[in-house]
């Protein structure tokens, strides 16, 4: 590890100091306006990082150390429920279409079936089946390098869908399933207009 510290400079006085234990003004806004998240978990069969998205927002601020995240229907593998059982440990990357810098919050998660959590988030009588509770370790704003490299909000870096197969085509191919690549798709579509939530 030493001789890994030796090939990078010292960090920045305010990279290192801009570390806070609990969430401050600026954090709880930069969450109330963010519409996707990057949750990091793992247990003793590795790591794993899973998307996680809604309205602006979505994730409630219960206090200035804790976090709740509904867990929405997807394809119900609960790999990161699993591994939340098994190790707690969770990193959190919030991110707001178009702006540069991102949030990271590190800390322990649980997962809550409790009646009252769940009935926070209500979309069209639906409620998640599970909430993350996510005590907060550390918390910190992160700079835009990344983001700027990647172009990622630059519309003229977009790339054309035609780029890849249907993501049905793509699974029909990696997996034997009897259904054709169109019924994977036309399944996959319908979920994104009925079983979002």
Excluded at 108 to 115: E, G, I, Q
Aim: proline residues 7%; aromatic residues 6%.
């Amino acid at each position: 590890m030493s001789t890994l510290r030796e090939c990078y400079p010292e960090p920045l006085e305010r990279a290192v100091l801009k570390t806070q234990r609990a969430l401050d003004a600026h954090m709880k806004r930069f969450i109330a306006l963010s519409p996707f998240l990057c949750l990091g978990s793992s247990s003793q069969d590795g790591a794993d990082v899973t998307p996680r998205g809604d309205q602006p927002g979505f994730v409630h601020v219960l206090d200035d150390t804790t976090l709740l995240i509904p867990d929405w229907p997807g394809n119900n593998r609960l790999d990161t429920l699993m591994n939340i059982e098994a190790n707690p440990q969770v990193g959190l990357l919030f991110l707001i279409p178009g702006f540069n810098e991102s949030l990271r919050v590190n800390g322990v998660a649980d997962v809550s079936l409790d009646p009252s959590l769940l009935a926070r988030w209500d979309v069209n009588g639906r409620h998640p089946r599970s909430v993350l509770r996510v005590s907060v370790r550390e918390a910190f704003l992160h700079c835009g390098k990344a983001i700027l490299r990647s172009k990622l909000w630059d519309e003229t870096a977009r790339v054309a869908r035609s780029a890849l197969p249907p993501y049905g085509q793509m699974l029909k191919d990696q997996i034997d399933v009897r259904d054709s690549a169109e019924e994977i798709q036309a399944s996959v579509e319908d979920g994104y207009k009925t079983r979002l939530y």
